[in-house]
C-alpha cells in the first residue's frame, strides 16, 4: 500500500497530477482543493495518498493533509459515492464545511458537488450524521465536538433568519465552538456576524 510520495511535481491538471518519484511518474487523483496546494512544477511536494487495487486497474488519490484523506475513506464507504464524487465533494466543501454541512441537514450544501443528486444527498446526511462529529477538520485532526444542541441550533437559525446561507453559518459557528465550548448564544451571535460580515 502506498501510503505517501514525495517528489517533483511533473504536470498540473484540473482533477489530478504526476509525481516523480526516482525516475517513476505517478499519476494522482485529487481534488481541486488538494492540486491548489500543490507548487508549481517541477517543484518538490509531498502528498498523502490512497491506493486503490481492482481487477482492471490500481488507483491513486492524493490529499493534501489527513483531514482530507480521512473524509474521502468515509464518503467512499456510502453506497452510490465511489472515488470521483467523493473528491467532487471534496472539491467543493473542505471538511470543516462538510461536518458543518452534515450537522446542519444542509442538502444544498452537497448537491453542489457534481454527481450529488438530491436522493444521494439524503443518503450522505443520513448515514454519517452520526460519525460526522468525530472526524478530523484539518491539520491538528482535532474533531468537532457535539456542542449543547440548543445553544448552536438557536445560533444557527438567528444568523440564518438574518439572511446568510445555512452551510456558512453551521460552518462559523461550529468553528467558534470549537474554540469555546462553553460560548452563549449572545457571543455566538456576535462572533458569527462578525466573521459572516467580511
Not at 456510502?78 to 441537514?105: D, F, H, N, Y
Not at 443528486?117 to 468537532?144: D, H, I, Q, Y
Request: aromatic share 4%; charged share 20%; proline share 6%.
Amino acid at each position: 500500500m502506498i501510503a505517501q510520495l514525495r517528489g517533483h511535481v511533473l504536470s498540473l491538471e484540473t482533477d489530478r497530477c504526476v509525481v516523480d518519484v526516482g525516475g517513476v511518474g505517478y499519476l494522482i487523483h485529487a481534488s481541486t482543493r488538494t492540486l491548489a496546494t500543490l507548487p508549481t512544477p517541477p517543484a518538490i511536494a509531498t502528498v498523502l495518498t490512497e491506493m486503490q487495487v481492482r481487477e482492471d486497474a490500481i488507483t491513486l488519490f492524493g490529499f493534501a493533509e489527513e483531514a482530507e484523506r480521512a473524509w474521502f475513506r468515509l464518503l467512499t464507504t456510502v453506497q452510490g459515492v465511489g472515488a470521483k464524487v467523493a473528491l467532487a465533494i471534496l472539491s467543493s466543501l473542505s471538511p470543516r464545511e462538510l461536518i458543518a454541512a452534515i450537522q446542519a441537514g444542509d442538502r444544498g450544501a452537497l448537491t453542489r458537488a457534481p454527481g450529488v443528486g438530491a436522493k444521494l444527498a439524503v443518503r450522505l446526511l443520513t448515514e454519517l450524521r452520526e460519525k460526522a462529529g468525530a472526524m478530523p477538520t484539518g491539520p491538528g485532526f482535532s474533531p468537532v465536538m457535539p456542542a449543547p444542541a440548543g445553544v448552536e441550533q438557536d445560533a444557527i437559525s438567528a444568523l440564518v433568519n438574518l439572511g446568510y446561507r445555512r452551510a456558512e453559518v453551521a460552518a462559523a459557528v461550529a468553528k467558534f465552538l470549537e474554540r469555546d465550548p462553553d460560548a452563549t448564544l449572545d457571543q455566538l451571535i456576535r462572533d458569527g456576524l462578525k466573521e459572516l460580515a467580511r
